[in-house]
């Protein structure tokens, strides 16, 4: 880090994730608290209880001056974690911080040695599922504003929300936002650190996240199963009839999607990527674990990164209908489902679109077939609002500070509910969307890991930016001062 860094601050953030919370993220590894989606068992289970307890009690330990901590349960919905620490040194407005502690499934594909539910220290490294997506969250937010304490550098009120729904849509944080919204009040930052990292070696903001059209389309062709030689050529495959229908909205040669899945890209988000383009190179293509000689949908780097951050994508993540391989007769399946994940650019609406698609799927069926599209919860991207000339400066320095070399800003492709929510809600609130999901470090599928490193780096960033918005209408006319001291 450079010499201009309070040594007070970064010897406290490297103090405290070394003793404390790389210890207790491995606990929290060790729970398999999977996301409501995954386990609809999870309350009887009680891993999801144990988890934000586990983060509850850290938190009541975190030092932070003043801090409340509650676990809040709703009737029926996965518990909160609500903290609030009072802002210090006189400074004014709320800052709220944002993350979230239920984990997606097992997936399988773990190397030797590593598994979803045994954390594994190795070259800096902390693997298991949850420690990066999004458990260590908590953690760094509360961290920064203990080390802003402990050097004597003012911040705002800080609202802490934790929530065990983010993997399974978000559907149970509206009900406790709304529930919450006097305690709350009206934040004019949002940090969330449940984001990506084109790399380690800088700071990485997000501007955009893509919306979601979740769904399941059912194609039938019989009330129950045949043997394939006596039905083979009379009756149509149901698995031949659903690429049929796939073919309307996604071109099977090259991946194009229905025309009503897209939406223009801004003149300045190109910009913005052409500038990640010259940063990242072929490492945007080779973060992936190619099969064979496998090919990426385009050689030209910008264009994936537009159409990962801002062009609809189709992922067929699951299959009904259709036993194990080794269960497998010789029969003609009665009918064939496919999980559709639909990937929406930020600005499109999902909630118009989706019975768009849906109409598309199900109108005149070949061949007579019983075809439905199940919606599930269709999601609405975010498109962040334009940067203050504070939050500017303050995310400048403290890359530079934090890491030697400026920001990089870029769409991501996945989806975080939360920020459309929170831009709907409260006009004009700033956003620092960040996180720790680099190369390789593989959220949601086998061997997932946090970067130790990157993650104290972040925490130093929160730091520099709460500090920030505590002096932040000097800062609009002003150089700021963060938390380096200067």
């Not at 007070?8 to 919370?21: K, L, M, P, T, Y």
């Not at 001056?65 to 009737?75: A, D, N, Q, S, Y």
């Not at 499109?348 to 109409?359: C, S």
């Not at 061997?447 to 932040?472: I, P, S, W, Y």
Request: with cysteine.
């Amino acid at each position: 880090m450079a010499g201009s860094v309070s040594a007070d601050v970064q010897g406290f953030i490297a103090n405290r994730w070394d003793r404390s919370i790389v210890p207790t993220l491995c606990d929290y590894i060790r729970i398999p608290n999977k996301s409501p989606a995954f386990d609809p068992c999870w309350e009887t289970a009680g891993h999801m209880r144990r988890a934000v307890d586990l983060l509850a009690a850290w938190a009541r330990q975190s030092g932070v001056e003043g801090l409340v901590t509650e676990v809040i349960t709703l009737p029926g919905r996965t518990p909160l974690l609500y903290a609030e620490a009072p802002a210090t040194g006189g400074a004014q407005g709320t800052v709220l911080l944002y993350g979230h502690y239920d984990k997606q499934p097992e997936f399988d594909g773990w190397r030797t040695g590593l598994s979803p539910w045994e954390p594994v220290l190795d070259n800096g490294r902390l693997y298991g599922r949850g420690g990066a997506d999004d458990g260590y969250a908590l953690f760094g937010s509360l961290t920064a504003i203990a080390a802003l304490e402990a050097a004597g550098i003012p911040h705002g009120r800080c609202v802490l929300l934790i929530e065990g729904c983010e993997e399974s849509g978000s559907y149970d944080l509206p009900h406790y936002v709304d529930h919450l919204a006097a305690r709350i009040g009206t934040p004019e930052l949002v940090i969330c650190l449940d984001a990506e990292c084109g790399n380690y070696e800088q700071l990485w903001i997000t501007n955009s996240l893509r919306g979601l059209l979740p769904g399941v389309l059912d194609v039938r062709v019989l009330r129950e199963g045949q043997h394939s030689g006596a039905a083979g050529g009379i009756v149509p495959s149901s698995f031949r009839l659903l690429r049929q229908v796939l073919e309307r909205i996604e071109r099977a040669d090259d991946g194009t999607l229905h025309p009503a899945l897209s939406v223009p890209v801004p003149d300045a988000v190109v910009a913005e990527l052409h500038a990640v383009a010259n940063t990242l190179g072929r490492s945007v293509i080779d973060r992936f674990p190619w099969a064979g000689d496998t090919q990426p949908q385009s050689d030209d780097i910008v264009k994936l990164l537009l159409d990962n951050a801002w062009g609809p994508s189709l992922a067929t993540v699951g299959f009904g209908g259709a036993p194990e391989i080794g269960q497998a007769g010789n029969t003609l399946r009665p009918g064939t489902q496919a999980k559709l994940v639909i990937r929406l650019p930020p600005t499109l609406d999902a909630e118009a679109v989706a019975p768009v698609i849906k109409e598309v799927l199900e109108r005149d069926p070949p061949q007579g077939a019983d075809i439905t599209f199940h919606v599930e919860t269709p999601q609405t991207g975010w498109h962040a609002p334009p940067r203050e000339r504070w939050l500017e400066r303050a995310l400048e320095r403290a890359s530079q500070q934090w890491f030697r070399r400026p920001p990089m800003y870029m769409g991501m492709g996945g989806t975080i509910p939360f920020m459309k929510m929170l831009g709907d809600r409260y006009p004009g609130v700033q956003f620092m969307v960040t996180g720790v999901l680099g190369p390789a470090s593989n959220a949601h599928g086998p061997n997932e890991f946090l970067e130790l490193a990157t993650a104290e780096r972040l925490t130093g960033c929160v730091a520099d930016v709460l500090a920030a918005h505590a002096r932040r209408d000097r800062d609009n006319v002003s150089a700021d001062t963060t938390a380096s001291g200067e």
